[in-house]
């Protein structure tokens, strides 16, 4: 079973919480908060054993610059996109 929680939104800010979602509901979720209103990752939490990790996670909508989503990147590959 998948749950989520929203908190009322503010003008221009609010926070999104989802708990027990496994690793492709996670990629699936950050991928639609982000394109439905620029929501971005404030904090994850995975717990559980190989192949069966269940993660929580939230979200905050604010006013900031542009973010972006990069999952699995190597070490070369992150400071590759951070510095972009």
């Known amino acids: 079973m998948r749950t989520g929680m929203s908190v009322k939104r ?3 800010y609010g ?3 989802y708990i027990n979602m496994d690793a492709a509901d996670l990629e699936s979720k950050v991928t639609y908060l982000l394109a439905r209103d620029g929501s971005r ?8 054993p190989t192949n069966n990790t269940q993660f929580a996670a939230s979200w ?6 542009v973010w972006t989503w990069n999952s699995e990147l190597s070490a ?5 996109a951070a510095s972009t």
């Not at 905050?60 to 610059?65: G, H, M, T, V």
């Open 10 to 12: 503010e003008p221009g």
């Open 15 to 17: 926070y999104s919480l």
């Open 41 to 48: 990752l404030l904090n994850i939490s995975g717990d559980g």
């Open 60 to 65: 905050i909508f604010a006013e900031e610059p």
């Open 76 to 80: 070369s590959a992150f400071q590759a």
